[in-house]
């Protein structure tokens, strides 16, 4: 099954990062292959959100059960859709003048063609994905882009719970 995790250190402070994650309806605006995001319940710390994908002529939508920690982590849970499984982890770890963001995503199609496709762009995709929060993030709370050495550097690491 694939999967990808990176780390990267960000200058917000932890609760900026989770309200940028955990603001799903906003990720249409800047997430890549996003066409539309839904909150089907709030129930406490508990969100079941859809999420329409475009890429190319593949269109799905997916739903899952995300699980909000304010503000140390973030979990996603896959319910329904075209995956077999898929699951997403956020971390906000506080650090000086900012926060240790870890990533974590795994997921694995039914169908044989999109697991095949997948498999070819989806660590690129992952790395993409990861590049649009911190997009967003420079976007919503200023700062500018990280240098490239400090990027490098940031998002080679593994998650670790």
């Known amino acids: 099954m694939p999967s990808h ?5 960000l200058p917000y402070s932890p609760d900026k990062m989770f309200a940028l994650v955990a603001d799903i309806e906003r990720y249409p605006e800047f997430l890549p292959w ?3 995001a839904r909150i089907r319940q709030r129930q406490g710390q508990i969100v079941v959100a859809d999420l329409r994908v475009r890429f190319g002529m593949l269109r799905e939508t997916f739903t899952s059960r995300v699980t909000l920690e304010e503000p140390e982590r973030i979990d996603a849970a896959y319910l329904h859709g075209p995956f077999r499984h898929m699951a997403t982890h956020w971390r906000f770890v506080p650090a000086a003048d900012g926060t240790m ?8 199609f039914r169908s044989a063609v999109l697991r095949g496709v997948a498999g ?3 660590r690129e995709a992952a790395k993409r994905m990861a590049g649009a929060f911190e997009g967003r993030a420079h976007a919503l709370y200023g700062g500018g882009r990280l240098s490239a050495q400090a990027g490098v550097r940031s998002w080679s690491g593994l998650l670790s719970d």
């Open 101 to 108: 963001v870890g990533f974590s995503i795994e997921c694995e």
């Open 34 to 36: 996003c066409a539309g």
């Open 5 to 9: 995790a990176e780390r990267r250190f």
């Open 120 to 122: 070819r762009f989806f």
